[in-house]
């Protein structure tokens, strides 16, 4: 009896815990939720803002129906993998492989953080004077030691080219965090398996790697989603690209939104893309608690 | 729905936490960055001297790249953070239902020649005042052009460069000649992979990343080709003749890489610094980069041996683009008359040299030109430039204008990219031009 | 063979360092060139370095503003921080201990973080308007704080989680209510988690473009647009040189931060506290 009413109670109180966030998130997006849903089903645009005129669920059949919109989900879902997948890779080589000097001058973390301080507008502005063929210091380097500089934004290199930026700028973060939990693996998982005196390579393999694999999915799955959402840097630097050929998911929606005009179809774009998400997403948490 | 929206808005305007305070001044938004900004900067100065307290002219700017996506949002919402705000040509059709249409003063009939007012009309009715005028120069290297003009080894390599790429018997001649051929020409001879004794790495800097005022350089090409938006009646044209010449000259320029590697991504920042390095022979550029081009502290490499002419001939004559950019009222202010008074003030003749004398580059009447023209050679150079080649694509004023270009840019820039072909994006433009027109 | 290693452990990590940080270090080596010297020496090495940039920058502030800019970014970004951890830390220990919004709040929250917010920004810019938020620094502290709760939820829910439960049963039995031992008991043992998430959130709120490009005009304008204000593209002059200066100068302050902040995260590092 005492353990229910305790449990009634503590149920209370996870609400009122609760209670802050979700009020919040209530009073800033619930009339904008709210307009949002009205507008997918409407055709509006910049001057019908205030007079949606209801049209159904057409808006949802012209995103499914329009190539385009495949286009930019196949790029961000490419991009989104093949950025992830680099970054984690490389991040997980350079944080076991630095370890022994970071564990001793901490400071030197500090340089390597610097590149995710950066706007990543900015960071497009950047290369864009980086990677010029006659201001840039890269194409001059190239055209130096090899006697001629690649087209870097060229049709060929262009998607090879802004997978570096993304994977440059962000690896920083996957190497934080991934040096942590090489770090925080305990002192005495390691002295117990010392014992069988493994390799190096079968400490990593066998003991090491295993205790990260937490870790090493929540970084993938966090930088998933934000290269999968690209767009500042990629928007400052190439645009929608050449034909279309850099455009990001979240590019689709800024372009059917501002320079379409079509609001009604870029807010149902992202209901579909947030319908996605959230799906996978659950099935996600379900299974990490499996697991835990 | 409506209702819905507007009971939406008015709970939260219960919310509300402050209103805004009204502005005892008018604001008016201006072009940032350009000589537009330095000239409106100067011409609010000396306006803000006489005008009373409440009519004091206080100016805000944006940034330029997503200037029209701000502006539009800004608008739609009625904004009542500026007064008057920017409009151009090819968005006046898309602002007005934003706008107040003007009553001209009678002064502004002594600045502006009619075919320069319409540039802020649309359906009939006046928007802006216009207040500078934007068009293409062909920039050449007017040392490298001359040697050309005067070396007979250079003739002789040039006439051989032409046979060979273009199958035509050519001969150098004075850029005001040039046709496009020659120009081709000229643009593969300063080319170092086809001409190994060039000077320049490239013979000219194509703008072909895709963006809406890349399609506008371009255009002055398609036009002289016989290419247009729509016909008189109203029907879209562009899957023809002289747009297919038009993309396939820049498809064959590119490819022939008399252009630089990346030109699928430049635009106009990255064209002056490539011809400002020296290492480009031509470049057809708007008529504002003339300025930091030809500065020798900005560009040395260059400066004092920059040509320009108007764009080369096609078979159906000489063209450029023409835009004018003008100051209008946002219909929601609450300035109006404020705002009204300072933009009477500057179509008067007095306001408007005193525009052109700190930089800006508006399209005066005849009479006023002679009155500047030894301190601004370049405004006759544009009054004439305007006057004789001139155009404006049909339909370009509508306000789909924008969406057009954008269309037109995506499709374009995938053929000069090789990962569309002509046909297709010919016909894509043109059934999406269709649809959007008819709306 | 020892040294050997330690030698190529240097060597990679100078490399690392340069090769990550390349487009900052550009930049700024840039922002020492004059314009005449960007299209004449694209090369690393100044010939004739100059400030004339910096104060070219500033020579403008009747213009654009930028330490007007640069105070209302510390403003917004701080305040967005403080809000987001504020409403992140007790939701955390709700959803932790008592399982109230796994399902529904949690996943909801995150998912902030998969879709582009642009689509709310009408609906916002609308709101906005009429609530008198538009181009305030407060409307622009609640954007940050909205952007930023995903990943400061995420940090504080897996914190919490590593925290004893025996720690506040023990709090419990002694009659602390729930909100007394999110402060007393909670608070302290996760403050590494704040730290790091704090630094995190403020560079994010720091770096946030749209936004404020769609919801400033002038008052409330942060310096990631003002700074797109200096340099125009696509039809104006764009100076390099200055460009690159601004760029700098928008840079320093969450560079700087993450320069001295690096030990807060260095030792919730090394302390274990956000184990995976």
Redesign the interface.
């Known amino acids: 009896m005492a353990a229910a009413r305790r449990s009634l109670n503590s149920r209370r109180d996870g609400w009122f815990m609760v209670s802050p966030i979700t009020a919040f998130l209530i009073v800033v997006l619930a009339i904008p939720l709210v307009v949002d849903c009205i507008y997918a089903v409407s055709r509006v645009r910049f001057e019908t803002l205030r007079a949606p005129e209801f049209i159904g669920f057409g808006n949802f059949a012209k995103v499914l129906f329009d190539h385009e919109f495949w286009g930019a989900m196949l790029f961000s879902l490419r991009f989104g993998l093949l950025v992830t997948a680099a970054e984690v890779l490389l991040a997980l080589v350079l944080a076991i492989f630095l370890a022994p000097l970071l564990a001793k001058r901490s400071w030197l973390i500090a340089p390597l953080m610097l590149p995710m301080m950066v706007a990543p507008a900015l960071v497009g502005l950047m290369y864009r004077l980086a990677l010029h063929e006659f201001v840039g210091p890269i194409p001059y380097y190239f055209v130096l030691l090899t006697g001629d500089s690649p087209s870097f934004l060229g049709p060929d290199n262009v998607f090879w080219t802004l997978v570096t930026i993304e994977t440059l700028q962000w690896t920083p973060f996957a190497l934080l965090i991934l040096y942590t939990a090489y770090q925080s693996i305990a002192t005495d998982v390691r002295e117990a398996a010392e014992l069988d005196g493994p390799s190096t390579w079968q400490m990593l393999r066998y003991i090491e790697l295993p205790l990260m694999r937490p870790t090493i999915l929540a970084v993938g799955f966090i930088r998933f989603i934000d290269s999968f959402r690209v767009f500042d840097n990629v928007f400052t630097l190439t645009g929608s690209g050449a034909g279309g050929n850099t455009m990001s998911i979240s590019i689709y929606i800024y372009e059917v939104f501002f320079r379409r005009n079509d609001i009604g179809v870029a807010v149902a774009a992202s209901i579909v893309l947030l319908a996605v998400s959230f799906g996978l997403l659950t099935l996600l948490l379900r299974w990490s608690e499996r697991q835990a | 729905m409506k209702s819905i929206v507007q009971a939406l808005c008015s709970a939260a305007a219960l919310l509300a936490l402050s209103g805004a305070a009204a502005r005892a001044e008018v604001t008016v938004l201006g072009w940032p960055g350009g000589p537009e900004e330095v000239s409106l900067r100067a011409s609010a100065e000396v306006y803000n001297k006489t005008a009373a307290a409440d009519d004091q002219v206080k100016l805000i700017f944006f940034n330029r790249d997503n200037f029209f996506d701000k502006l539009q949002t800004d608008l739609a919402a009625g904004t009542t953070e500026f007064d008057a705000n920017l409009t151009a040509t090819y968005a006046v059709g898309r602002y007005a239902p934003f706008m107040d249409p003007l009553e001209l003063p009678a002064a502004a009939h002594e600045t502006f020649s009619d075919g320069v007012l319409k540039t802020m009309q649309f359906e009939g009715k006046q928007y802006g005042i216009p207040t500078d005028l934007s068009m293409h120069f062909m920039y050449y290297r007017s040392d490298l052009i001359a040697k050309l003009l005067s070396d007979p080894a250079w003739q002789a390599k040039y006439s051989e460069i032409a046979k060979a790429k273009l199958g035509k018997d050519l001969k150098p001649k004075d850029p005001d000649q040039w046709n496009w051929d020659d120009w081709a020409a000229t643009a593969l001879f300063f080319t170092k992979s086809v001409n190994s004794d060039s000077p320049t790495r490239y013979g000219t800097v194509l703008q072909m990343k895709n963006l809406l005022f890349n399609m506008m350089v371009w255009h002055s090409t398609a036009r002289s080709f016989g290419g247009n938006w729509t016909d008189a009646s109203g029907k879209v044209i562009v899957d023809g003749p002289g747009y297919r010449a038009g993309l396939q000259l820049y498809k064959m320029l590119y490819d022939a890489g008399t252009s630089p590697k990346d030109s699928l991504s430049y635009e106009y920042a990255e064209a002056n610094a490539a011809f400002g390095s020296g290492q480009a022979a031509t470049m057809l550029q708007w008529n504002a980069a003339l300025g930091d081009l030809d500065s020798k502290e900005k560009t040395p490499a260059v400066a004092g041996k920059i040509g320009t002419v108007a764009p080369p001939a096609g078979p159906d004559g000489r063209f450029t683009h023409i835009h004018g950019l003008g100051l209008g009222i946002n219909a929601s202010s609450k300035h109006k008359a404020g705002a009204l008074k300072f933009l009477n003030w500057l179509a008067t003749p007095d306001a408007m040299l005193g525009y052109a004398r700190s930089g800006g580059s508006p399209a005066l009447q005849s009479a006023l030109v002679d009155k500047i023209a030894k301190e601004r050679p370049d405004l006759v150079k544009i009054g004439t430039f305007a006057g004789q080649y001139g155009f404006v694509m049909n339909g370009a004023t509508s306000a789909k204008t924008l969406p057009i270009y954008e269309l037109q840019a995506k499709q374009f820039t995938g053929y000069w990219a090789g990962t569309q072909s002509l046909d297709d994006a010919l016909k894509a433009v043109s059934a999406g031009m269709t649809d959007l027109l008819k709306k | 063979m020892k040294r050997a290693i330690?030698a190529l452990?240097?060597m990679?990590?100078i490399v690392?360092?340069m090769?990550?940080?390349?487009?900052?270090i550009?930049?700024l080596?840039?922002s020492f060139k004059?314009?005449?010297e960007?299209?004449?020496n694209?090369?690393?090495l100044v010939e004739a370095p100059t400030l004339v940039n910096y104060v070219h920058i500033f020579a403008m502030s009747d213009?654009f503003d930028i330490l007007h800019f640069l105070w209302n970014s510390v403003v917004e970004a701080s305040l967005g921080t403080a809000?987001a951890l504020?409403?992140?830390l007790?939701?955390a220990?709700?959803?932790v201990?008592?399982?109230?919004?796994l399902?529904w709040?949690?996943?909801?929250?995150?998912?902030q973080?998969?879709?582009?917010l642009?689509?709310?920004?009408?609906?916002?810019?609308?709101?906005y308007?009429?609530?008198?938020?538009?181009?305030t620094k407060?409307g622009m502290a609640?954007i940050v704080?909205?952007v930023n709760?995903p990943l400061v939820?995420?940090l504080l829910v897996n914190a919490v989680r590593d925290v004893p439960i025996e720690m506040d049963e023990a709090a419990r039995i002694d009659g602390a209510?729930?909100?007394t031992i999110?402060r007393l008991v909670i608070l302290p043992l996760v403050r590494q988690t704040i730290a790091s998430a704090a630094v995190l959130a403020f560079?994010y709120a720091?770096?946030e473009?749209?936004f404020s490009?769609?919801l400033t005009?002038?008052a409330a304008v942060p310096v990631?647009?003002g700074?797109?204000?200096f340099?125009?593209?696509?039809?104006?002059?764009?100076q390099?040189g200055v460009?690159?200066a601004v760029?700098m100068l928008?840079?320093l302050p969450?560079?700087l931060?993450?320069?001295f902040a690096?030990?807060h995260?260095?030792r919730?590092?090394?302390s274990?506290a956000?184990?995976?």
Do not use: E
């Open positions: 330690a452990r240097w990679v990590l690392a360092i090769v990550l940080n390349a487009p900052v550009i930049t080596i840039t004059s314009d005449a960007i299209v004449s694209a090369s690393l213009r809000f504020a409403l992140s007790p939701a220990y709700g959803i201990r008592f399982r109230v919004g399902h709040l949690f996943p909801q929250v995150v998912n973080r998969a879709i582009p642009i689509i709310f920004a009408i609906p916002l810019y609308l709101m308007q009429a609530t008198g938020l538009l181009d407060l609640i704080c909205w709760l939820l995420v209510s729930s909100w999110v560079v720091w770096n473009f749209l490009l769609i005009t002038r990631t647009v700074a797109s204000f340099f125009s593209a696509s039809g104006g002059g764009v390099w460009a690159a760029m928008s840079t969450p560079l931060l993450g320069l690096y030990r995260i260095g919730s590092m090394t274990g956000i184990k995976g």
